[in-house]
């Protein structure tokens, strides 16, 4: 039996509440985290109400953006209650600190906080249920059980619908959540089992569900314009022209403030319709003050990364051994530079939010990821109480971490309190293109050594970053116990940074999307020193150790690393393929998000350089149980599909201090005639189940570089993939 990496204990922060509901019985279950620190995660929580008519209600407490979380979460709480899914109903909460504690999607954390603890909710309910049956029945509540919807008394046959039992059910004391009893697993019958995501019939019919989607009475639109350069003020702009234009109810400058992540200078145009305050913002003919930021772009970052690289580094995060001395006895060695871009988030739905500011109450509607810190921006941005402004959560057209910024929120706030009425700010393809929170640019010199025998014994990576003193930028650092430290007797990791003006964010698997490339890569370029095939290389450099590091945090389990690793080999038939000249098989593997995966691409380059993906293929650990395979197989294959995309063509530059990319034209996404097959295999361990919205994407990137070296020779050392420099001479 595997060691658990994480516990899920209730805490005595964790209390049951009953009450009547309309004839029915009403479970809340809160986790709220007051007086937790928000690094720590709070656990969250959930309810669910039972009607008379047997009909439940779940509601679900966390943003939905597509990772599936609105159907999962109430599954959980479904299975214990032990109800027929047809008979749910699916309720969004609001963002409801108090009673809900911390509400966010990001950090593939749904899965490891809520597993446990709404399996506890929906077991406590069907005891409560259980114990109204035994009472009217004059039975022991030990002597029954349940079956969907239906609590039996199997010796006297006697059964009684949940509905019939709630509002009994709801004058009874709650049991002790610790120690109420959960369903062995293989008596699950929704947990596990393949299930449909909530909403995917209104998605593909057309309903709105969306922020973009939301009406209100007497609601006007709003465009909001920006400088150029991030942060930079107006100096002046056409309001007269603008308001000319029919339909135009307003147009109004903004002074904003400096912070990146709050309300930046800008020009408002509110309209009847969205193209109306359109056309009208192209009349602004607006003029920016000079700003800092203006000095720096793509060329001048570079530069300094390679000043920086050829420098002594500015500080070292970890130093293991000796590395310059194993380099010197090193049978071969090998020494290269890796770089990748800037990215953009690319959410198919832009920014936007709706928002209505009436009697000093502010009501927003947001596809948000992270709701509460945008109540808070909102209310010291607006100075009103956060109590005073509600938020409702609107499913997210794409979030992949840039929806966990709330500027678009607070603009949308600002707007709509100036315009006295409920306006709907919709941001446009190039808005949202050249304001984001960027995936950071990253610059390593790597050298490594390898032994006689191939065994690696020296590892040194100078990784030139983002950040002032010992601060990295957001999203812009790297662990020092990124592999292989700890599996390096000689490993060295130096830092340098140099400061940006250009704002920077999580983007899915943050780190990891581009620490794997970097790192996966190299170990590949050191198998090929060595003469050795890269799956046995990898399976000896994991060697025979067990976790190394604490547990849940920093930890890292070579052996599960391993089981992945062998189980997409076999999948993929490492080794025993035989492919025609200009196709190759690479493989990577990456631990993140508390998730094993390994993976396996096969792709083919043509004479003129042209990639073409032909299958992939994915080896996953997240621990002991699939909660909906549905869910888990889609994420896994948008998250290589996610990561092929950025290795073939996604890079964000810039210009005098502004991004240069606009649209999908200039920062494509991949096409799906482009997309391949994607195979997917979990293996099974006993271990807390963990999360699946973002730890498939880092392998893939390195794993497809590594198979077009197979298939050319030639390394892949820069992102995105340039197919000149693989044309055939």
């Known amino acids: ?105 990001g950090g593939s954390m749904a899965t490891p906080l809520h597993y446990d603890q709404l399996r506890q909710v929906g077991a406590a309910g069907r005891a409560m249920l259980v114990a109204a049956a035994a009472a009217d029945w004059g039975v022991a509540a030990a002597d029954c059980a349940t079956e969907p919807g239906v609590v039996v008394h199997k010796a006297s046959g006697r059964r009684a619908d949940y509905g019939a039992l709630a509002a009994k059910a709801a004058k009874l004391a709650p049991p002790d959540l610790k120690t109420v009893p959960l369903k062995d697993p293989k008596a699950y019958r929704i947990i596990g089992k393949p299930t449909p995501q909530y909403d995917t019939r209104a998605i593909v019919t057309g309903e709105p569900l969306f922020g973009i989607d939301v009406r209100r009475p007497g609601m006007l639109f709003a465009t909001y314009e920006k400088a150029p350069v991030f942060g930079a003020k107006v100096a002046s ?181 100036q315009a006295g009425a409920p306006v709907q700010l919709i941001w446009t393809r190039e808005d949202d293109t050249r304001h984001g929170f960027y995936r950071p640019a990253g610059f390593h010199r790597l050298e490594g050594g390898v032994d006689a025998s191939g065994a690696v014994t020296a590892w040194r990576d100078h990784f030139v970053s983002f950040g002032e003193g010992a601060e990295f930028a957001r999203s812009a650092g790297m662990s020092p116990t990124e592999f292989p430290a700890r599996f390096t007797p000689n490993y060295r990791l130096d830092v340098s940074t140099m400061p940006l003006g250009i704002p920077t964010g999580p983007l899915r698997a943050p780190g990891s999307n581009a620490i794997a490339f970097v790192v996966q890569s190299f170990i590949d370029e050191l198998a090929h020193a060595a003469g050795a095939d890269p799956v046995a290389f990898r399976l000896r450099l994991l060697g025979d150790k067990g976790e190394v590091g604490e547990s849940g945090r920093g930890g890292y389990n070579a052996q599960r690393m391993a089981g992945v690793l062998r189980l997409v080999a076999e999948k993929s038939g490492w080794g025993k393929t035989s492919l025609p000249k200009g196709t190759g098989m690479g493989v990577a593997f990456h631990f993140s998000h508390l998730g094993y995966f390994a993976e396996v691409v096969q792709a083919r380059v043509d004479a003129e350089g042209a990639v073409k993906v032909e299958k992939v293929w994915v080896g996953a650990d997240v621990g002991r149980q699939i909660i909906n395979p549905f869910g888990a197989i889609n994420q896994v294959q948008g998250s290589v599909i996610d990561g092929l995309s950025e290795a073939l063509g996604q890079e964000i530059t810039i210009e005098r201090g502004a991004v240069v990319q606009g649209n999908y034209d200039d920062f494509p996404l991949i096409r799906i005639d482009a997309a391949p097959p994607v195979d997917v295999h979990f293996l099974t361990t006993d271990y807390p189940p963990t999360g699946l919205g973002e730890p498939a994407l880092p392998p893939v990137v390195p794993a497809l570089c590594n198979a077009i070296f197979a298939a050319t020779g030639k390394r892949i050392r820069r992102l995105p993939i340039d197919a000149s420099q693989l044309k055939q001479a």
Request: with cysteine; glycine share 10%.
């Open 1 to 105: 039996m595997g060691r658990q990496v994480m516990t899920n204990a209730p805490s005595r922060r964790t209390f049951l509440k009953t009450g009547a509901a309309a004839g029915g019985l009403m479970l809340s279950f809160s986790l709220a985290g007051r007086g937790v620190a928000a690094e720590e995660l709070a656990p969250l929580n959930a309810y669910v109400r039972i009607g008379a008519d047997g009909l439940v209600t779940i509601v679900s407490k966390n943003p939905e953006i597509g990772q599936g979380v609105r159907t999962m979460l109430p599954m959980l709480i479904a299975e214990e209650l032990d109800v027929d899914w047809k008979n749910v109903r699916i309720e969004q909460a609001l963002n409801d600190p108090d009673t809900y504690g911390r509400q966010f999607a």
């Open 237 to 417: 702009a056409d309001l007269a022209a603008a308001k000319a234009v029919k339909g135009v109810k307003d147009a109004f400058i903004v002074e904003g403030g400096d912070d990146l992540s709050g309300l930046l200078p800008g020009v408002a145009v509110v309209a009847d319709s969205w193209w109306a305050a359109r056309k009208a913002r192209d009349r602004l003919n607006i003029q920016w003050t000079d700003h800092p930021t203006s000095a720096q772009s793509t060329e001048s970052i570079a530069r300094r990364a390679a000043e920086l690289t050829a420098a002594p580094p500015q500080r070292t995060l970890r130093a293991d051994g000796d590395v310059e001395g194993a380099l010197k006895a090193a049978a071969k060695t090998v020494r290269a530079d890796y770089f990748y871009p800037f990215i953009h988030h690319a959410t198919l739905e832009p920014q936007n939010c709706t928002v209505e500011v009436k009697d000093g109450k502010v009501e927003i509607w947001a596809p948000t990821q992270n709701p509460e810190p945008g109540r808070q921006l909102v209310a010291k941005t607006l100075g009103v109480a956060p109590g005073d402004i509600t938020i409702h959560m609107i499913r997210c057209g794409g979030g992949f971490g840039r929806r966990l910024a709330n500027d678009y929120m607070v603009e949308a706030a600002w707007i709509a309190r």
